[in-house]
């Protein structure tokens, strides 16, 4: 009885060791999605004001687009906007924005001190959409087929590799499908 009081630290060590060994193995942003493949959720929201037209799910077939999630107080955001003002250009895919739990006219000021590249936007000031598109955080990306339905999902800040590696390729892929 007394061995096994000593080797009850040293199993649960052990059992501890490997846990962690194993979770360090597991990419941290490959967050799982349920939306892949699925339609996109039916939504309509209004714009920034008068300068912005709002979006609406209508908006999101006949046409590979993107939509961003992002939001004026989110430092990520700024650190890939640059990047998402060549990607309309680069792709040849409309870009749609959703300022997530964000004031209108501090997403519209946030666009006009880093520049647009959103050709619509839609503000989601209570999350509710961001919420049914799954979103965990700002900025995610999400790549929409031609019949409305999401093919992709990025989550955090897009990086050149990224664009690259896993958007471009994609969107080639839907636009000839």
């Known amino acids: 009885?007394?061995?096994?009081?000593?080797?009850?630290?040293?199993?649960?060590?052990?059992?501890l060791t490997i846990y962690f060994f194993v979770s360090l193995s597991h990419d941290p942003s490959a967050l799982p999605s349920a939306m892949i493949d699925q339609e996109a959720p039916a939504f309509t929201l209004a714009g920034l004001g008068e300068t912005k037209p709002g979006l609406a799910t209508d908006?999101?077939?006949?046409?590979?687009?993107?939509?961003?999630?992002?939001?004026s107080w989110c430092v990520p955001c700024r650190a890939e906007h640059p990047l998402l003002m060549s990607i309309p250009h680069e792709l040849g895919v409309p870009l749609y924005g959703i300022a997530y739990k964000d004031k209108p006219e501090d997403a519209a000021r946030f666009l006009s001190?880093?520049?647009?590249?959103?050709?619509?936007?839609?503000?989601?000031?209570?999350?509710?959409?961001?919420?049914?598109?799954?979103?965990?955080?700002?900025?995610?990306?999400?790549?929409?087929?031609?019949?409305g339905h999401i093919r992709l999902r990025h989550v955090g800040p897009l990086t050149p590799a990224d664009v690259a590696k896993e958007i471009a390729p994609l969107v080639k892929v839907l636009q000839k499908s």
């Open 1 to 15: 009885m007394r061995r096994l009081i000593y080797l009850l630290p040293a199993a649960v060590f052990t059992a």
């Open 59 to 71: 908006q999101l077939t006949g046409q590979v687009v993107l939509i961003n999630f992002f939001a």
């Open 113 to 147: 001190e880093l520049g647009d590249p959103y050709g619509r936007i839609g503000a989601d000031r209570d999350g509710r959409v961001g919420i049914d598109f799954g979103v965990y955080g700002v900025p995610e990306t999400y790549i929409i087929d031609k019949a």
